[in-house]
């Protein structure tokens, strides 16, 4: 990774030593939030946001997110974790904590088109987008110039539906090589194997170029022409098995009209699909998405 | 009617005496806006707007809507029309004018919700929906003071699958007797036969609250809900035989996320839907649409 | 007031009989949470919704809003808060308690142009603004029919500037007969005197028709038209004694261009004041806006 | 520049190599299109799209861009210029045709901020700016990297208030060599004197990061965040003496809240100054934009 970038990685680091974000789903059931924050409390962390959701206010699940700031928090972490077990227990809760300066690493896949991937690098250089992005992965050449750029590997693996075994085994060497914890499917225009999305349960994302469920599959742009449509739109998701159903994370949608052909509809929704995916990877890295069936919740 | 309305009517007829609006869909070929402008300039018509569109640049359909002003158009207008014959078929052209000054006749369905219709009484009355609302149909009840506070003739008329026949008999009565130019389908939840909707090709509107061609039929909201979209729409569109499935005039979106359930997404859906479908009906009495194949060109 | 409506008002306070809202506003410190939580825990509240600002992580406020239901309010209430001011003591909290059970008395003052009013009793109607309209003050007979029409009573007051100390006076007296918790201005086109805004601080929300700071005071779509901006909004805030300074609470806009006059713009902008207006009166309703400085926190 | 934007600039020429754009600025009088259209008939002219507007009926100007496709346009080009000034003499027009195979020269101006410039190489790689961008000036080193790996000449040039006028020659000399037609500010944070804005009169287009005319002039996020504003904006203009105040050609903005602070304002604010500016240039390169006093007529 180039200088300048690393820099900004270890700013951040530093600024956030202490910083960590506590997730919790379990039933709903009086007492929680006094209970986790007064745990919390007791180790000296300040609660620095939190917010919580009860999906149905009677009987439903409850959902909530809390950043919080604790000196020290790099000594005792695993102390704070082992003691929140007894808490967990009481309330039946599943739960996790990040810790802020443990940044995610990140595999980009991608096809020919590259829009997406190199908004994607833009907010990775200005330091919005804060993971390492530790390998780029695709089955056409175009992008190899602004990864390679940016001192970030990037692999050509050409790939159809008859070798699909094998890349996944060519991708998931480089997954394990680089530690990968997300994979960002930047207009990857390949269908994973059940198996290949089964490990990486809800940290697939994928971005579909229409406003799902409107045209699940192939070529939504032109269905949408088709259509005569007056918006079109993209919609970010987390990759499941059953294609395009999976649970969506952010839509946004811009407008067309009857001079718009199949081209003009591309070029606006490729602007639409940037952002979206952008922000999606965004609220991914910030741990501010709970999955809850097919449905997420972002905090 | 009541007089505060009528007298902007009048007021909107006299200002508009000598306005009309000239509407062209033919083969694109060169020479067609020469022969019409010419033709118009022959008539001491001033072109007040102007908008036009060609399908494909090479070979495909030309659309043009021509809106003047011309000195006496009320003598000149059927021998200006009859002089049109000539160039109309020397271009091969699909043609017609529309006077400002006749306001349409319009008629209102409406069901158990009236978000819709009131919206639409409501910039009647403020003067933006410039046509004679001449009368409301429900199948319910609850509208009745409102449309009646306004001095418009209601009709309560059960309706369900079984008796359908009859009550489009009586419905085509009351299109008749008020002499029915345009019906708006303002949340009328009942189908129409096809020969009902034949009747009244391209002068049907209905608003469908969902983003069309996500969740056509029934429950869209309960849909989008179960779905977990992270934006719900509304479509507005000319009534054909295949549900919702018609022309699509306009579109709009708004925001919901997880905490929105089936009733909130409603409220946010009534917003919508209110001015998609008010947005729509202005177009279509300002002849600014026109339908080709299954696509509008709204100018 | 109708019938219709009171029976909408009857069920909300049935259904929210144990529903309150706790807002908080303090210097942050660690232990707030847990202090609360537990304190409402104490009591068997359960929390519905919970919302924390902390202006600077380090060193600045901290704000909170907790909805929560609590068996037997009605009974526990006064108890409740007397108990509480020990917690409230200890954290230095400048906090309110709202029984959502207790809507509030509402007036709305208009002038000539009606479509804020309108929007607001529509919503009234529908049970989307749940507050008692307890009276409707204007210095037009506009809009008498359609508040008498609700059953509410509207009371004409001539106002000019000189007369303006009477005026206020006959304001004040009716704003007490019906015991007025907050005042809604929709496009009231008169200036309040200081001593009846300090009387109503942080109580009188006004909508402005512009795009704050653009265009602060008179005849702003005409200085938009002139200025040639291509999106024109509206600002609603609570009302201060610096016109057009006050704490906003919500902006929109929608987009023009160079076809739109000084007309088209007003028709545009009435629709974006309607919706603007709307969600500041519900969130206000809701106990949503805390005011810091001035500024807004909307939870 | 690179083989590959070179080769795109070339498909792009010798696909438009007989299409060319007609401008008409002109006092309102009938007639006009009957004239322009039936002229561009004779030469054999196929006209793609026409747009016009007059800016008041009764009395005002009246604006038209009319964009053709008329073979052997190379050969007739100057023949047709000729014969037109019968027509515009006759009609008092202030016209210009534009070859649309004459693409434009184009200067980036660029201070530290390079997210602008970014945008617009970005949209420039993918054929969706046709223009030479054929020199970037900047007074800091940041972009040349990105700059020069695009084979786009990079110029150094520090500047301050005290050395402007060196520094303006030495930008003048630039901008004579690679005979520039279009300046763009893409957030260049000097300014410029009087006669240079006068040379490239309507040819400078600058980005403020505000919603004009709020907050105009310097630190529009840091005032924006004190007035607790709920959107932010952007607006792109020609550039005038008057700072900001120049005729606006597009405005966007975007939602932010009490939670943002004024660098999660510049953040959001950067991403809708990217697509705001863009977007100007790409209407401009089409020779979409009239000015007219201190407006735009964007067709």
Redesign the interface.
């Known amino acids: 990774m180039n200088k300048y970038i690393e820099e900004k990685i270890q700013t951040f680091k530093a600024r956030n030593k202490n910083r960590a974000r506590l997730l919790i789903n379990c039933p709903?059931?009086?007492?929680i939030?006094?209970a986790v924050?007064?745990f919390?409390?007791g180790y000296?962390?300040?609660?620095?946001?939190?917010?919580?959701?009860?999906m149905?206010?009677m009987g439903g699940n409850f959902f909530i997110r809390i950043e919080f700031?604790c000196d020290g928090l790099n000594e005792k972490g695993s102390q704070l974790e082992e003691n929140f077990l007894s808490v967990a227990e009481k309330f039946n809760l599943d739960w996790k904590i990040m810790y802020v300066r443990e940044i995610k690493n990140m595999a980009v896949f991608v096809s020919k088109e590259p829009?997406c991937l190199?908004e994607l690098l833009?907010e990775f250089q200005?330091g919005?987008i804060m993971a390492n992005i530790a390998v780029v992965i695709s089955n056409h050449e175009t992008a190899r110039d602004m990864v390679e750029?940016l001192g970030i590997p990037f692999y050509y693996i050409p790939s159809n539906r008859d070798i699909r075994k094998q890349v996944e085994e060519e991708q998931k060497e480089l997954l394990e090589k680089y530690e990968i914890d997300v994979i960002v499917l930047a207009r990857y225009m390949q269908i994973l194997s059940p198996t290949f999305v089964e490990d990486y349960q809800h940290r697939i994302i994928n971005i579909h170029h229409s406003?799902?469920?409107?045209?699940i599959g192939a070529k939504p742009y032109e269905r949408a022409f088709d259509?005569?449509?007056?918006?079109i739109?993209a919609t970010s998701h987390y990759v499941t098995n059953d294609l395009d159903e999976g649970?969506?994370?952010?839509?946004?949608?811009d407008r067309v009209?009857?001079?718009d052909?199949v081209d003009a509809m591309k070029?606006t929704g490729q602007?639409i699909e940037r952002?979206v995916l952008t922000r999606s990877v965004k609220w991914h890295l910030d741990d501010r998405i709970i999955v809850e069936g097919?449905?997420?919740?972002?905090f």
């Open positions: 709903d059931q009086p007492g939030v006094a924050s007064q919390l409390y000296g962390a300040n609660i620095i946001e939190s917010d919580q959701y009860t149905d206010p700031e829009h190199l833009w200005s919005n750029s406003f799902l469920p409107a045209f259509r005569g449509v007056k918006m739109g649970p969506i994370i952010e839509q946004d949608i009209d009857h001079r052909n070029k602007s952002s097919n449905k997420t919740i972002v």
